[in-house]
């Protein structure tokens, strides 16, 4: 679709979203156009991370744009608030896997800190050009992580909005800068900001780098299945699309310059995530225990022991609370990977490969 299709779609402003060809901004964009008529434009740069076909099943005819490029590209980004003149920004776009930010710092701190300055100072510069309503209801919302308070240990009360902020990996370092610039520019200047700190996320469309698409993609081919350490980090799990629906109300009816703790209220320690991946696949699979290809590998360099977050806030202020409970979600998440055999085939390209061999060398089932 073309940006004069966009424009004049019911003639309303639409949404500046960024990164919104990964896990979590597919999810948002396929929410969205589901409920809402107010166009999309998507900023993405289509990394590794990345997939358009993430997005193929949008319905025909709904109003959504893909714009490639890079969110520290100034010209660009001035020229999308210029020429779409959205009501709201919602920044997904990061690279987010950890492990990746342990051995490649600085492409985490281009994009997660500097490109996100880039969004702020244009977008401050369109929003203080706006009037009346128009400026009033701009809104600037940064899609953030509870990785950025650190670590916390067994008897530890979870995160809240005003735990101070310890990130521990190059990843959460980057991203509590650009929580605090985000922070700085309402402060500041008066831009209306919204954070919100999540933790993490599952579901489908998820790239299998990370924890639980890795391991349902190494199960469903027999392949190991790589536990750093003890098995015993903990994570608070959050379905995908119970997320999107924060971030939704969030934009809707949150309070600009405040922070909102997102969550599921689902902490489980690593093993007990692959023991239940195992037991779901086992009932697809029922030819051998996957269980029995769990190998404990050395661990993540700084591997931050536990995340717990407390969502009181979000729940008494805006109502929000998750719906899909965590073994449900796991079904779910199970079935689309064994559906959508062909997604995983195409994302585990010669680029991703590399990752694995480089990654897990010491594994033997894994490297290529
Ligand atoms: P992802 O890695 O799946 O997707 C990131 C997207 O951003 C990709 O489409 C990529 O192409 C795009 N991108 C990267 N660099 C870019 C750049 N310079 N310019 C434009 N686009 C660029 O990430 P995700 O898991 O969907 O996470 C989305 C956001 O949510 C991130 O900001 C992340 O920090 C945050 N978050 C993720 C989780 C989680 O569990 N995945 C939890 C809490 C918060
Ligand atoms: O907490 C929110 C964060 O969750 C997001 O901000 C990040 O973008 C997202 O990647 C995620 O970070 P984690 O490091 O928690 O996710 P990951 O899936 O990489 O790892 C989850 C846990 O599983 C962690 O304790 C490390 C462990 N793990 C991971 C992999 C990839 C393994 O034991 N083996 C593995 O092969």
Redesign the pocket.
């Known amino acids: 679709m073309n940006k004069q299709a966009i424009n004049k779609t019911n003639g309303k402003a639409p949404i500046l979203v ?10 948002f964009i396929r929410q969205w156009v589901a409920t809402s008529d107010i166009p999309v434009v998507n ?9 358009p076909a993430n997005l193929a099943d949008l319905p025909a005819g709904c109003s959504y744009k893909l714009v490639v ?5 100034t010209n660009l980004v001035r020229s999308l608030f210029k020429d779409y003149r959205p009501s709201a920004i919602v ?7 950890v492990d990746r930010s342990v051995t490649d710092p600085e ?1 985490f701190l ?3 800190i500097h ?1 996100t300055f880039i969004l702020l100072q244009e977008a401050l510069a369109y929003w203080q050009g706006l009037e009346g309503t128009e400026k009033s209801s701009f809104r600037f919302l940064h ?5 950025v308070f650190g670590s916390l240990g067994a008897n530890d009360p979870a995160f809240t909005e005003t735990t101070a902020y310890s990130p521990n990996s190059p ?1 959460s370092a980057s ?1 509590a800068a650009s929580d605090h610039l985000v922070r700085a520019y309402n402060h500041t200047y008066g831009l209306p900001t919204l954070i ?7 579901g489908p469309y ?2 299998p780098e ?1 924890l639980i698409p890795l391991m349902i993609a190494n199960a469903l081919s027999g392949k190991a299945l790589p536990i750093y350490g003890d098995g015993m980090n903990v994570r608070d799990w ?1 379905y ?1 699309e119970d ?1 999107c629906e924060a971030i939704r109300l969030v934009l809707e009816r949150g309070v600009t310059g405040e922070t909102y703790n ?1 969550g599921g209220n689902s902490e489980k320690t690593n093993l007990q995530v692959v023991g239940t991946l195992c037991k779901l696949i086992n009932e697809v699979d029922p030819s051998s225990d996957h269980n029995e290809l769990v190998t404990f590998i050395k661990d993540r360099p700084g591997h931050d022991r536990r995340y717990a977050v407390a969502t009181d806030k979000i729940y008494n202020e805006l109502g929000w609370q998750p719906r899909m409970s965590f073994e449900e979600g796991m079904r779910k998440t199970v079935a689309w990977y064994v559906n959508n055999p062909e997604w995983i085939a195409q994302v585990m390209s010669g680029e991703y490969r590399n990752w694995i061999n480089k990654q897990y060398a010491s594994v033997e089932s894994l490297v290529a």
């Not at 900023?43 to 997939?51: H, P, Q, R, V």
Request: glycine share 10%; aromatic share 10%; hydrophobic share 25%.
């Open positions: 960024t990164g919104g060809c990964g896990f979590i901004g597919s999810n900023l993405d740069k289509l990394t590794y991370a990345a997939n490029g890079d969110i520290q590209d920044h997904f776009a990061a690279e987010s896997h492409s281009n994009t997660n490109g899609v953030s992580t509870d990785e990843y991203k919100t700190n999540c933790s993490n996320n599952y998820q790239f990370k959050l995908v997320h997102v």
